[in-house]
Protein backbone atom coordinates (compact mmCIF):
# COMPACT_ATOMS: atom_id res chain seq x y z
CA UNK A 1 0.00 0.00 0.00
CA UNK A 2 1.90 3.33 -1.21
CA UNK A 3 0.50 4.71 2.64
CA UNK A 4 3.38 7.79 3.44
CA UNK A 5 3.25 8.71 7.29
CA UNK A 6 5.43 12.07 8.33
CA UNK A 7 6.66 13.87 11.30
CA UNK A 8 8.38 17.56 10.82
CA UNK A 9 11.67 15.47 10.83
CA UNK A 10 11.56 12.28 9.22
CA UNK A 11 9.33 11.01 6.75
CA UNK A 12 8.25 7.27 6.52
CA UNK A 13 7.50 5.59 3.35
CA UNK A 14 7.47 2.53 1.60
CA UNK A 15 10.91 1.03 0.61
CA UNK A 16 12.61 2.39 -3.00
CA UNK A 17 15.88 0.19 -4.44
CA UNK A 18 18.17 2.39 -3.34
CA UNK A 19 17.35 1.87 0.54
CA UNK A 20 19.16 -1.24 -0.47
CA UNK A 21 22.96 -0.12 0.03
CA UNK A 22 22.28 1.65 3.39
CA UNK A 23 20.47 -1.01 4.82
CA UNK A 24 22.93 -3.40 4.04
CA UNK A 25 25.29 -1.12 5.72
CA UNK A 26 23.21 -0.88 8.64
CA UNK A 27 22.84 -4.56 9.14
CA UNK A 28 26.66 -4.98 8.70
CA UNK A 29 27.74 -2.82 11.72
CA UNK A 30 28.60 -4.32 15.23
CA UNK A 31 27.30 -0.78 16.56
CA UNK A 32 24.27 -0.81 14.89
CA UNK A 33 23.43 -4.15 16.01
CA UNK A 34 25.14 -3.96 19.54
CA UNK A 35 21.78 -5.05 21.02
CA UNK A 36 20.98 -7.91 18.71
CA UNK A 37 22.79 -11.31 18.90
CA UNK A 38 24.91 -10.88 15.33
CA UNK A 39 24.91 -8.60 12.37
CA UNK A 40 23.53 -9.67 9.13
CA UNK A 41 25.15 -10.72 6.31
CA UNK A 42 24.85 -8.54 3.02
CA UNK A 43 22.48 -12.03 1.48
CA UNK A 44 21.01 -11.81 4.53
CA UNK A 45 20.15 -8.15 4.58
CA UNK A 46 18.62 -8.71 0.78
CA UNK A 47 16.19 -11.00 1.55
CA UNK A 48 14.98 -9.05 4.56
CA UNK A 49 15.04 -5.74 2.57
CA UNK A 50 12.24 -7.82 -0.19
CA UNK A 51 10.45 -9.32 2.90
CA UNK A 52 9.98 -5.87 4.21
CA UNK A 53 9.05 -4.14 1.17
CA UNK A 54 6.88 -6.94 -0.13
CA UNK A 55 4.74 -6.77 2.91
CA UNK A 56 4.75 -3.38 2.95
CA UNK A 57 3.29 -2.83 -0.21
CA UNK A 58 0.00 -5.66 0.46
CA UNK A 59 -0.42 -4.75 4.21
CA UNK A 60 -1.56 -1.66 5.84
CA UNK A 61 1.26 -1.92 8.79
CA UNK A 62 4.75 -2.97 8.19
CA UNK A 63 8.33 -1.49 8.79
CA UNK A 64 8.13 1.91 6.92
CA UNK A 65 11.72 3.32 5.55
CA UNK A 66 12.30 6.01 7.60
CA UNK A 67 13.89 8.89 5.69
CA UNK A 68 15.43 12.39 7.18
CA UNK A 69 13.50 14.71 5.90
CA UNK A 70 16.09 17.56 5.56
CA UNK A 71 18.66 15.69 3.75
CA UNK A 72 16.05 12.73 1.53
CA UNK A 73 18.76 9.89 3.35
CA UNK A 74 17.81 5.96 4.39
CA UNK A 75 18.18 5.97 8.10
CA UNK A 76 16.62 2.72 8.84
CA UNK A 77 12.89 1.83 9.85
CA UNK A 78 10.07 2.27 12.26
CA UNK A 79 7.07 0.47 12.02
CA UNK A 80 4.33 -1.52 13.09
CA UNK A 81 4.44 -5.40 12.92
CA UNK A 82 2.56 -8.89 13.45
CA UNK A 83 4.45 -10.98 15.92
CA UNK A 84 3.86 -14.55 17.33
CA UNK A 85 6.49 -15.82 18.99
CA UNK A 86 5.43 -19.70 20.00
CA UNK A 87 5.63 -19.59 23.83
CA UNK A 88 5.54 -16.01 24.76
CA UNK A 89 2.61 -15.43 27.27
CA UNK A 90 1.18 -12.12 24.97
CA UNK A 91 1.37 -12.96 21.54
CA UNK A 92 0.25 -13.11 18.67
CA UNK A 93 0.47 -9.21 18.79
CA UNK A 94 1.11 -6.01 17.51
CA UNK A 95 4.99 -4.45 17.76
CA UNK A 96 6.19 -1.05 17.33
CA UNK A 97 9.53 -1.05 16.77
CA UNK A 98 12.57 0.86 14.85
CA UNK A 99 15.95 0.25 13.91
CA UNK A 100 17.72 3.34 12.62
CA UNK A 101 21.51 3.66 11.78
CA UNK A 102 23.62 5.06 14.48
CA UNK A 103 24.38 8.38 12.66
CA UNK A 104 20.45 9.05 14.02
CA UNK A 105 21.06 7.92 17.66
CA UNK A 106 20.22 10.24 20.71
CA UNK A 107 18.40 13.14 18.13
CA UNK A 108 14.78 11.90 18.43
CA UNK A 109 14.46 10.69 15.25
CA UNK A 110 13.18 7.76 16.95
CA UNK A 111 11.27 9.04 18.98
CA UNK A 112 9.14 10.98 16.82
CA UNK A 113 8.74 9.24 14.17
CA UNK A 114 7.59 6.03 16.79
CA UNK A 115 4.70 8.95 17.77
CA UNK A 116 3.01 9.07 14.48
CA UNK A 117 3.23 5.24 13.88
CA UNK A 118 1.74 4.65 17.24
CA UNK A 119 -0.70 7.12 16.43
CA UNK A 120 -1.67 5.48 13.04
CA UNK A 121 -1.79 1.89 15.15
CA UNK A 122 -4.30 3.68 17.62
CA UNK A 123 -6.70 5.85 15.29
CA UNK A 124 -6.36 4.56 11.94
CA UNK A 125 -6.13 0.63 12.71
CA UNK A 126 -7.79 0.61 15.69
CA UNK A 127 -5.44 -1.50 17.77
CA UNK A 128 -6.35 -1.83 21.37
CA UNK A 129 -2.84 -2.69 22.42
CA UNK A 130 0.60 -2.26 20.93
CA UNK A 131 3.62 -3.95 22.40
CA UNK A 132 7.42 -3.17 21.94
CA UNK A 133 10.16 -5.57 23.41
CA UNK A 134 13.62 -5.22 23.20
CA UNK A 135 16.98 -6.90 25.18
CA UNK A 136 16.82 -5.67 28.99
CA UNK A 137 19.94 -3.33 28.25
CA UNK A 138 19.00 -1.63 25.25
CA UNK A 139 18.48 1.71 27.33
CA UNK A 140 18.02 4.04 24.20
CA UNK A 141 14.92 2.05 23.06
CA UNK A 142 12.85 1.65 26.64
CA UNK A 143 13.38 5.09 26.81
CA UNK A 144 11.74 5.32 23.30
CA UNK A 145 9.10 3.38 24.81
CA UNK A 146 8.79 5.03 27.88
CA UNK A 147 8.80 8.54 25.70
CA UNK A 148 6.16 7.79 23.61
CA UNK A 149 3.97 6.33 26.33
CA UNK A 150 4.30 2.95 26.43
CA UNK A 151 4.45 1.47 30.43
CA UNK A 152 6.90 -1.26 31.18
CA UNK A 153 5.19 -4.65 30.90
CA UNK A 154 7.85 -6.64 34.17
CA UNK A 155 5.13 -9.76 34.41
CA UNK A 156 5.71 -10.24 30.28
CA UNK A 157 9.48 -9.97 30.37
CA UNK A 158 11.03 -13.00 28.34
CA UNK A 159 13.71 -14.98 27.33
CA UNK A 160 14.00 -14.51 23.65
CA UNK A 161 13.72 -18.82 22.65
CA UNK A 162 15.79 -17.22 18.64
CA UNK A 163 18.43 -16.11 20.81
CA UNK A 164 20.55 -17.99 22.13
CA UNK A 165 20.76 -18.63 26.60
CA UNK A 166 23.84 -17.44 26.73
CA UNK A 167 23.74 -14.20 24.53
CA UNK A 168 23.59 -10.81 26.70
CA UNK A 169 20.67 -9.84 24.31
CA UNK A 170 18.68 -13.37 25.40
CA UNK A 171 16.98 -11.48 28.11
CA UNK A 172 13.82 -8.70 26.81
CA UNK A 173 11.79 -6.29 28.59
CA UNK A 174 8.19 -5.72 27.28
CA UNK A 175 6.30 -2.73 27.22
CA UNK A 176 2.99 -1.55 25.80
CA UNK A 177 -0.15 0.90 26.09
Same mark, same amino acid.
Given at each position: ???????????????? =?? %? @???? +?? *?? @???????? !??????? /? #?????????? %??????????????????? /? !??? $???? &???? +??? +?? $? &???? #?IGWRLDKK???????? =?????????????? /??? #???? $?????? *?????? &??????? #??????????? +???ESPVNSHV????
Amino acid at each position: MALALESSRVLLRNWK =ES %D @LEPW +IA *LN @LDPQNLKY !FPRVYSA /E #ESHASFLRIR %DLLNDNPLGLWAAEERASG /E !FMG $FVGL &MHHN +IPG +IS $F &MPCH #EIGWRLDKKYWGKGYAT =EAAKVVLAYGRNEL /ELN #EIFS $FTAKGN *LPSINV &MKKIGLR #ERPELAFEHPR +IPDESPVNSHVVCST
